[in-house]
């Protein structure tokens, strides 16, 4: 039985696809930068942390070169080419449930959420603060809601449980709060084998795991060109498994890649598909998905400007990368600097959000995020959200056929008419933009409801959601597994 409240209900929006407008960089760029890209993997090549990758890399035909327990691996081009062409495609990211399920084909547009920040703007008392488990829980719980947000991130740090296990605690929280397809970062070998095994435990078994494999694992190569041993060994888990490797390189770009744009692009290239060649070279047809969350060094402040516009532009152009091979994209890009959700969120994220979905990237990340994505706040995921459904029908574009052109319509009123009573006002009612959250009363009633602004509104809604909104359970017994599962783990590492 519903929830009764007196709070205001909220109508949910169709989610939409896309089609591709625009790119910050030509096909004939695309095409140097992959060139350049190819040189850099066959000349300079990639540090690899763990001596087992290197050894599957020289059995098929890399260059290596072994410096006690790290190898230096460079890759001719073919290696690489014959990696893009095996990769799994097209990619379902499946939910726990099918209605959630969302195939990324090119250009299909969405959002989801930011992920592993250590910090909220807590709900009830506005004040920041350190996250916490059940945090976890219920962010995640809002984004199962939210239909702009077609999969979800793990949003937190569990600060209340110890580093070795809070990978293990971050996915029972997103499990439990969402029907979504999850990404989540597993801090080593160990830790990845365990969120299988829970995974497979909460649709029911391995089997059904790997039919609809609902899991998505973060792995980071470490820039400048290094594949560390724990990102080798969690790619190599995730592909045996046949669960997703998301690999996502955050280069920054006058600290950790080059001051130039485009000269970081290719070094982001070239850091996601060494780590793509080792999935395919583990196993044909492995799962990987092309992330970023890579942007410019403020040489001036010494921050990551996650707001700024040359992260749109990378964005962008990374897009292009990854189209270009067909792969499915997961690009941070709709954060903010800000430390509130002020204007400056709103100027940031939605250039950045606009330029992201304008370039066709598939996962558009970063909804909730303030303060170079160290903190979360749901005003600020639901307004992104809003922000979001006004995107769709922009991309969509303007339909234009006999009906909608209304020459008779104009006709039958003629000069001095009115159309608000004709039937097609009527039927077409149901399309107009219309805010939760961003204002249309006028003045006199702004001010005579309590002149709330629009995230007074968002946190109002947010509330709401978590009141009322039901999430899909996982099969029977899976959450009671699943806690002796960690506990035993935890038992085992003496925690």
Not at 127 to 152: A, G, Q
Not at 210 to 235: D, G, H, Y
Not at 363 to 375: D, K, P, Q, R, Y
Request: proline share 3%; hydrophobic share 40%; glycine share 6%.
């Amino acid at each position: 039985m519903k929830k009764k409240t007196n709070k205001r209900e909220y109508i949910k929006k169709p989610s939409y696809k896309s089609v591709l407008r625009a790119s910050v960089i030509t096909d004939d760029d695309a095409e140097q930068i992959h060139l350049a890209t190819l040189k850099v993997l066959n000349d300079t090549g990639v540090q690899v942390g763990s001596l087992e990758a290197a050894k599957l890399f020289e059995e098929n035909g890399a260059t290596v070169e072994y410096r006690g327990d790290i190898a230096i691996v460079k890759m001719p081009p073919y290696m690489v080419e014959e990696a893009i062409k095996t990769a799994a495609r097209p990619l379902t990211f499946y939910g726990r449930v099918p209605e959630k399920d969302f195939t990324a084909y090119k250009h299909s547009v969405s959002l989801t959420n930011f992920g592993e920040t250590v910090s909220i703007i807590d709900l009830e008392s506005k004040e920041h603060r350190d996250s916490t488990k059940l945090d976890n829980y219920e962010f995640v719980k809002v984004c199962d809601y939210l239909d702009e947000i077609t999969v979800v991130d793990r949003p937190f740090v569990c600060t209340d449980y110890p580093s070795s296990v809070q990978a293990l605690h971050n996915l029972q929280a997103c499990m439990e709060g969402t029907s979504k397809s999850i990404f989540i970062g597993a801090a080593n070998k160990d830790n990845c084998i365990r969120m299988i095994d829970m995974a497979a435990v909460a649709v029911g078994g391995m089997d059904v795991l790997k039919a609809r494999p609902f899991l998505n694992i973060w792995v980071c190569p470490t820039s400048p060109l290094e594949i560390a041993k724990e990102c080798c060994e969690i790619s190599t888990e995730c592909a045996k498994a046949g669960v997703t490797t998301a690999c996502i390189s955050m280069a920054m770009a006058g600290a950790t890649s080059p001051v130039t744009l485009a000269g970081t692009v290719v070094q982001h290239n070239a850091e996601v598909l060494s780590v793509l060649v080792l999935t395919q070279l583990v196993k044909k047809g492995a799962r990987f998905i092309y992330c970023s969350m890579s942007t410019l060094m403020d040489l001036k402040t010494a921050q990551g400007a996650c707001g700024a516009y040359e992260q749109a532009m990378l964005t962008s152009a990374l897009s292009k990368m990854a189209q270009r091979y067909d792969l499915p994209t997961y690009m941070g890009c709709a954060l903010s600097d800000s430390k509130v959700p002020d204007a400056q969120v709103g100027y940031e994220a939605t250039r950045n959000m606009m330029t992201a979905a304008i370039g066709g990237v598939n996962f558009i990340e970063g909804a909730g995020a303030l303060e170079f994505g160290l903190t979360m706040d749901y005003a600020k995921l639901v307004m992104d959200c809003e922000v979001m459904a006004g995107i769709y029908p922009m991309l969509k574009g303007m339909e234009v056929n006999e009906e909608t052109l209304a020459v008779e319509l104009m006709q039958k009123v003629g000069p001095t008419g009115e159309f608000l009573t004709q039937k097609q006002t009527t039927a077409y009612m149901s399309t107009q933009s219309k805010g939760d959250c961003f204002d249309r009363r006028t003045r006199g009633r702004w001010t005579s409801e309590g002149c709330d602004n629009a995230a007074d509104k968002a946190y109002a809604k947010a509330k709401w959601i978590l009141e009322n909104h039901q999430v899909a359970p996982m099969v029977p017994g899976a959450k009671e597994q699943i806690e002796e599962m960690i506990k035993g783990y935890e038992k085992e590492l003496g925690v």
